[in-house]
């Protein structure tokens, strides 16, 4: 299944149904009076998070949601049926934005959650609900009240408990696939990772949500590689673990990259606790590992992790740091559906 983070989608609630104008006439009943019944109410558009979905693939072939309108009244003061709802599943963590892609209107943080978006129209008032001791045969009646329509975007932010930042090729999807069950992507170029992956972790009997989002280059708020648009799945993460890549040329200079990007991007995300880790420890000699600690320190002013996600070295020790910022209730603990994997332990 492709994975698909936002979508522009056109709804329109129900018209309500036009009341009737209609009289009683039968034989022997001189004075039937008035028989026109109400119109029935337009259907509503809902929002409902569904288990088990983790990507808006389904609005990319469909973009028109209209819910059904409400019946018109008829004689013999029979009211028109109300319309049928229409209801749109999104998974855990989307929001919904106004057309300008900046006025958030909802954010779903739970499953099962539901949201009335266009309420549809009331039906109009049929002649009978006019007469009066004074208005005994009223000639008139409402019509129904037209529904809402509007153009909405929806946009995914994985939730997760903690995330993985880096520039490509620093080893985070390798780290994940070590951790989890989740089988990303991995080979030795940039980019490998296009979209963001899930993993459920299990570390000393305790389970939390490890998210994997593209490498980050200088100059990725402005568009350049795959951008800074995949950040906004990092946002609801309670601690970033920040893999750099110790055969690179400059541990110092790798980690300032990112966090100027992750500066640039906004959404607080410079404000949440960070773990800093120098990873492919086994691929350099032992001065030179010296020397990429020694820089990366400078620039995090705090001493980095060391560890190996090809061989395993140090992950534990990385995990356990997670896990005591995470504490004992993840935020995302209905989100090991969308993870689609059976925990690891170490």
Not at 256 to 265: G, P, S
Not at 267 to 278: Q, S
Request: charged share 25%; glycine share 14%; with cysteine.
């Amino acid at each position: 299944m492709k994975f698909l983070d936002e979508a522009k989608v056109y709804i329109r609630s129900g018209d309500g149904g036009n009341g009737c104008v209609a009289f009683r006439r039968e034989k022997f009943i001189e004075f039937g009076g008035p028989s026109g019944g109400n119109g029935g109410r337009g259907g509503n558009v809902i929002i409902e998070v569904a288990d088990g979905l983790n990507t808006l693939i389904d609005y990319r072939y469909q973009q028109h949601f209209k819910a059904q309108k409400g019946e018109n009244g008829s004689g013999s003061d029979r009211h028109g049926a109300n319309g049928k709802n229409i209801v749109l599943k999104v998974p855990l963590g989307t929001q919904i934005f106004d057309e300008d892609r900046e006025t958030l209107i909802h954010d779903f943080t739970d499953v099962g959650e539901k949201f009335v978006l266009a309420e549809g129209g009331n039906g109009g008032f049929g002649n009978a609900h006019f007469k009066t001791s004074t208005n005994r045969a009223p000639r008139n009646a409402n019509p129904g009240q037209v529904g809402e329509e509007r153009w909405i975007w929806l946009r995914l932010k994985l939730i997760a408990d903690a995330g993985l930042v880096g520039m490509p090729n620093a080893g985070k999807s390798t780290f994940l696939s070590k951790v989890s069950a989740a089988k990303p992507k991995i080979a030795d170029y940039p980019f490998t990772t296009l979209h963001p992956q899930l993993g459920v972790v299990n570390v000393d009997g305790r389970e939390f949500v490890l998210a994997d989002i593209p490498g980050l280059i200088e100059g990725a708020h402005e568009g350049t590689g795959l951008g800074d648009r995949f950040l906004g799945h990092v946002e609801r993460c309670r601690v970033l673990l920040h893999l750099v890549d110790a055969t690179c040329e400059h541990a110092g200079k790798a980690y300032k990259t990112v966090r100027k990007e992750l500066d640039a991007y906004g959404g607080l995300l410079t404000d949440k606790i960070e773990i800093v880790a120098l990873n492919k420890i086994d691929a350099v000699e032992p001065d030179e590992l010296k020397k990429q600690k020694d820089r990366l320190k400078r620039a995090a002013k705090k001493t980095p992790l060391l560890l190996s996600g090809a061989t395993g070295q140090g992950v534990k020790e990385a995990l356990r740091a997670l896990v005591e910022v995470i504490g004992e209730s993840p935020v995302s603990a209905k989100a090991k559906s969308a993870a689609e994997a059976e925990p690891w332990s170490a």
